[in-house]
């Protein structure tokens, strides 16, 4: 890494620390779906070194909107995440409902 590049802890890094706590495991599990698709799409964001600032840029939409969604306090239309995962140049599957 350079040295005048940031180190961004994954969702995964801070879910870990967070996931002690029992509110917090409560709710996730909860809202795993939710979680996880968030946790995807910031994991490509950050694998492919993209700020929310520049993810916004190629996705077409706003840099605030791109943080709540991340932050969990959006919930985001479908056409909403396909454009995110156009920008990311991934794709967005779902396993079978069980």
Do not use: C
Not at 19 to 24: E, L, R, T
Not at 66 to 75: L, P
Request: no cysteine; proline share 1%; glycine share 6%.
């Amino acid at each position: 890494m350079k040295n005048n590049q940031k180190k961004f802890n994954t969702f995964r890094e801070i879910h870990g620390k967070m996931f002690k706590d029992k509110s917090y495991k409560q709710a996730y599990e909860d809202l795993d779906l939710e979680f996880s698709l968030i946790s995807a799409l910031i994991d490509a964001r950050i694998k492919k070194g993209l700020t929310q600032t520049k993810l916004a840029e190629k996705a077409g939409t706003k840099q605030s909107s791109i943080a709540r969604f991340e932050s969990g306090s959006y919930n985001p239309t479908l056409a909403f995440v396909q454009k995110l995962a156009g920008a990311l140049n991934i794709k967005i599957q779902l396993a079978e409902w069980q």
